[in-house]
């Protein structure tokens, strides 16, 4: 599974969500890690599957994704002829885990996040995951869309910006992904103009020089005691801040901060729920799917034109 691993990280990206998906997936096998990959058959599938149900710490859609990803652990295994294609073919044969015939708990569903629990929650997060904050909840954009995002992929042209991010979740489909920059959207982005083209807009390595400098302004020891900033420091630590965020540590940096302001917890993407919700009362479904970028089919040269010019009037009215 190592060599797996390794391929994951290179397809997603060491920091993508969808990698480190794989990585706990397989973690769940590791009472099978002194065995042939080519004797893992059907009855251990669902005795790991089992374990997941009964530790009462997974929902009946998670227990079906992770499952679902160990067994596409295996199809790469046999497309590089590592293990027999008859392993793979086994493994297929355990059925998901159907509503209402299973002990699995149930995932809630998501809702929206209100706007006031989004301000209460603002200033509890630094400068630059609060202008995140901010832009996910004026445009609906994904927050891997968003954290990716670089000047060299906005087209500033006209009074709308159009952000084309450099990968999206249906890009592998052949869909191009577009995401309208309004005034408001752009007064955020605005601060962040002074950078390279081709560097990320949101950078974690800015935040955290930041954190500290406004750690040493609220400094009470007088500067001539004690430490000087940057004594206390190691030079060079194991773990350093990077050039991009991910999509987990925005979404533990949000939960910290609904801790700190005293709110029930949310996610990011409840952010975009909430502006889909807002476009389908203001518009219709059908624009509230452009916008968001739902529509899972190739669009045809026809209608690339109609879909951008929705794009800019949404954006123009509302982010």
């Not at 609906?140 to 159009?162: F, I, K, Q, T």
């Not at 601060?191 to 400094?219: G, I, K, N, T, V």
């Amino acid at each position: 599974m190592k060599r797996f691993l390794a391929h994951a990280g290179d397809h997603y990206g060491q920091s993508s969500t969808e990698q480190s998906h794989f990585r706990l997936a397989l973690a769940e096998l590791d009472a099978h890690r002194d065995e042939p990959a080519a004797s893992f058959g059907p009855v251990a599938l669902r005795g790991v599957r089992d374990a997941m149900v009964a530790s009462d710490r997974w929902v009946r859609n998670g227990v079906n994704q992770y499952v679902s990803r160990v067994v596409a652990a295996f199809k790469w295994g046999v497309s590089h002829e590592l293990i027999p294609v008859a392993t793979y073919q086994a493994l297929r044969t355990v059925e998901s885990l159907r509503l209402g015939r299973t002990k699995c708990r149930e995932s809630k569903r998501v809702n929206g996040v209100a706007e006031d629990v989004v301000e209460a929650t603002l200033p509890h997060l630094g400068r630059v995951l609060r202008d995140v904050v901010r832009l996910l909840w004026l445009t609906g954009m994904r927050p891997s869309e968003c954290l990716s995002m670089r000047l060299a992929d906005l087209d500033r042209s006209a009074d709308v910006w159009v952000y084309a991010p450099q990968s999206h979740k249906t890009l592998h489909r052949g869909k191009d992904r577009r995401i309208g920059i309004g005034p408001k959207a752009q007064a955020v982005l605005k601060r962040y103009m002074l950078r390279p083209e081709d560097a990320y807009c949101f950078s974690p390595r800015e935040s955290e020089q930041e954190r500290l400098a406004e750690r040493h302004r609220e400094r009470v020891t007088a500067a001539s005691t004690g430490n000087y900033p940057g004594s206390n420091r190691r030079r060079a630590p194991r773990i350093q801040p990077g050039e991009c965020y991910s999509s987990d540590s925005l979404r533990r940096a949000v939960t910290r901060a609904c801790g700190g302001a005293g709110v029930e917890p949310w996610t990011p993407y409840q952010l975009r729920h909430a502006v889909s919700t807002r476009l389908r009362d203001r518009y219709d479904l059908a624009t509230a799917a452009t916008v968001l970028g739902h529509d899972a089919s190739v669009a045809q040269a026809s209608y690339v034109d109609r879909d951008l010019a929705t794009l800019q009037r949404v954006a123009q009215e509302i982010g």
